[in-house]
């Protein structure tokens, strides 16, 4: 029998190539969107429509699930997640970090893989990652509270922990990803990256590391 996975599921990159792996593993794919209330969610959304739309989604995927789970009376709205004012080009990672981000978008999406019984999330943080919210520990710790809180076993993977972006790229050409159809940045422009903003600029980096072109339109 053939094994469900739900893919958290951002437009991006890291978890772009993680469906296809998913998808290129045999599994099932069940792509989750979670919407926080963030300012670059539109922009997401419409990206995740572009990739399951072609190869190696096409078919290969199911429908998306959109899922909500506001935090905007968490974050205030002068935030710079709500406020669509990302961290600049040459930031640090530790200036992106989301209070509370993987404990939301698990939570949320557990309860929809008890009621659908699929056993098993995956999540694609990197190796390097330096948040509180992205360590195995963590991870194990949130499958056994679901597990348990829910009456349903649930196994939380990530994949690609060891792997850099670069690495992620590599994979992704691979595997046929549409990599121009992905988005990394957080204050898109008319659905297009800013290139001002740090992520744009790992997401630069990265291309140039991998040695794959870049085939990105970047506003600036």
Known sequence: MTQASAVLLSGGLDSAVLAAAEIDAGRDV??????????WEAAEAAAIA??????PFAGCAREVVSLSIDMRDVYPSSHWAVAGRAPEYDEPDETVYLEGRNITLIAKAAVLCARL?????????????????ATPEFFGTMARAMSLGLDHALTIDTPFRTLHKADVIRLG?????????????MQ?????HCGACNKCRERQEAFVEAGVRDPTIYRQ
């Not at 069940?30 to 963030?38: C, D, T, Y």
């Not at 050409?173 to 940045?185: D, N």
């Open 30 to 39: 069940l792509p989750i969107h979670v919407r926080a209330g963030l300012a």
């Open 188 to 192: 898109p422009i008319d659905g297009q």
């Open 50 to 55: 572009a990739l399951l739309a072609v190869p």
């Open 173 to 185: 050409a691979r595997l046929g990803v549409p990599l121009e159809l992905t988005l990394s940045c």
């Open 117 to 133: 019984h699929v056993p098993r999330l995956v999540l694609g943080p990197l190796a390097g990652n330096p948040f509180p919210d």
